[in-house]
């Protein structure tokens, strides 16, 4: 609770009259957004709260913050619905994400991502970024991350032509808006090493998107991994960037921890369908969701 004062502007004492002032800003809004209004998850005080401890518990950027989500899910849908994590076991044995169990001394997760490692063409983009999702989604649960925040690292060893070519504009901007305030967890900072030339192409296309904090917390350590290991300890970090973590791959506690979650995922997958517009709504019909139907 000391941290939550500190970091998010937490005071335990007026927590009640904030959310009852939310809740009444959360209708005002149902009014105008497809589907928030009759979702189960805007009637649960612990995830109105992760949106207040999101924005500092200030109510107006906490509302602002709930409409950025739904408007991500109005225009990304696809890249966060491909599926349970029970239906992402070929995303899993790849280790293409590493979230140890232990946090940093500032108490915050640590998770790492090996964008170098991903096969684009057995794992589709879909399916990759829902897995990220998935992890982000089953951390943003957690009071303390709520709190303390993330610490993320990109491996980028191996990033070639293959994966630029897969990254399109609009993965691009739901990236943007994923780290940008349209999800209610603290990045507090993005570590990107072994980043070769060609991922400065792919830096220059987000770059001018993201806001000024983000672009603030971004941590480029190009092959030195000295220098990654000063800001992030080697306990936190796999074998292939000098660290001290087994590869777990599909079976790593978080992976079990979604996995005991699987009916949750496809829930909140359902509801997040319901919040399409009319005109997005034959993502829903016929097809998987994260599949889009052929033109």
Known sequence: ME??????LEVPDEREEKLVEFRKRIVSLGEELEGLAA???????????????????DVEIATNLVASSHQMIQDYYPYMSAGPPSKLEHVWRRELILCPELRDEEGRRVV???????????????????????????????????????VMVLDCKGFGLSHLRNFNMSMVMCINHFLCGAFPLWFRKIHIVNNPML???????????????????????????ES????????????????????????????????????????????????????????????????????
Request: charged share 20%.
């Open 39 to 57: 979702s189960s998850l805007m009637q649960e005080e612990a995830f109105l709260v992760r949106f207040l401890r999101g924005s500092n518990w």
């Open 199 to 225: 991922f400065s192409v792919f830096g220059k296309l987000v770059g001018p998107l993201l806001s000024g904090r983000v672009k603030e917390n971004i941590v480029y350590h190009n092959s030195d991994l």
């Open 228 to 295: 990654l290991h000063k800001e992030v300890h080697p306990h936190f970090l796999p074998n292939s960037l000098g660290g001290t973590q087994q590869d777990q791959g599909a079976g790593s506690p978080w992976v079990a921890a979604a996995r005991a979650r699987d009916s949750d995922y496809t829930e909140k997958i359902r509801q997040a369908g319901q919040m399409l517009r009319g005109a997005s709504k034959g993502l829903m019909e016929g097809h998987r969701p994260g599949e889009i139907p052929a033109s």
């Open 3 to 8: 941290c939550a004062k500190q970091l998010v």
């Open 112 to 150: 790492v991502l090996r964008l170098g490692l991903w096969p684009p063409q057995e794992v589709s983009l879909y399916d990759f970024f829902t897995s990220i999702f998935t992890l982000f989604e089953l951390v943003v649960q957690e009071e303390r991350s709520q709190v303390a925040g993330v």
